[in-house]
């Protein structure tokens, strides 16, 4: 492949996604339907935290329900992607020849910040999925510096992906109102992320902790903001980017994903392009 597959940033929310579509769930599908069909999936979860990069190289992948109290339905949903060793073997590689103590496991697999939006993007589970740990403890321009180091997997045809959710405060869930709209709030934060974008500010957006309002608010911990500046560095150039608005859910869970790269403008006539 000549250039690179654009990266991806998609917010997965809750588990409750994965049979709450919404506007998310179609979003996801239309991404998937427009970007060439990639060889293989590399997607970097909030919800595998460990101290150095792991790559999971299962051969065949399984689904964590890595949650609690949610409908049965949801712990009987599957996702049986194959997984790719050899694959994982060269994103290991690639990190450690960057001085990254990485290395492959076979202990995880796919938790629902994976397997909930894989269920949209390529329902049919028949490409390739590999699952990179997320160092929680790590600034974002350590995980903007992952990116980089991988992106040129981009251009072999293997898509990235990091998934996370573009707000996530729990204790401000209207957690019986799925469709409760937009906190202000979190649109104030939505908008100095997309000015910082059009401006091509990577300092500001590397400090958004410091520098965005509501930052703290939005994200009392930030595990799941860290996977956009993965999306980020993965991208051939940054700086070209579509922003995908599918709005909240549950008041406070702003559900934005983000295509970055050259190639990223056909995805730019999606109905919820901004």
Do not use: C
Not at 47 to 60: A, F, S
Not at 149 to 154: R, V, Y
């Amino acid at each position: 492949m000549s250039t690179a597959l654009p990266s991806l940033f998609v917010s997965h929310g809750s588990p409750m996604l994965a049979v709450e579509p919404g506007r998310t769930g179609p979003l996801l599908r239309s991404i998937g339907e427009r970007l060439p069909t990639p060889k293989a999936v590399l997607i970097v979860s909030p919800h595998w935290e460990t101290q150095t990069p792991r790559v999971g190289n299962l051969v065949k992948q399984r689904v964590i329900h890595d949650f609690g109290g949610f409908p049965q339905e949801l712990y009987a949903l599957d996702y049986p992607a194959a997984g790719s060793p050899e694959l994982a073997e060269r994103v290991a590689g690639l990190l450690r020849d960057a001085g990254l103590h990485a290395q492959t496991d076979d202990g995880w697999g796919l938790d629902h910040g994976a397997w909930v939006p894989l269920r949209y993007l390529y329902p049919h589970a028949d490409i390739p999925v590999l699952q990179l740990s997320l160092q929680p403890h790590q600034p974002p321009a350590y995980h903007y510096r992952i990116g980089q180091l991988l992106a040129p997997l981009a251009k072999e045809g293997i898509v990235l992906i990091g998934s996370g959710s573009f707000t996530h405060n729990l204790r401000e869930l209207r957690r019986n109102d799925a469709d409760a709209g937009d906190a202000p709030h979190t649109m104030e934060f939505l908008q100095w992320f997309l000015t910082q974008m059009q401006a091509g500010n990577l300092e500001a957006l590397l400090d958004y902790r410091d520098s965005a309002p509501h930052s703290v608010r939005t994200h009392p911990t930030d595990e799941h903001l860290l996977t956009l500046f993965f999306a980020m560095g993965a991208a051939d150039d940054w700086t070209q980017s579509v922003h995908l608005d599918s709005g909240s859910t549950y008041h406070s869970l702003r559900m934005d994903a983000f295509a970055f790269g050259s190639q990223s403008s056909i995805l730019s006539d999606l109905p919820a392009a901004a």
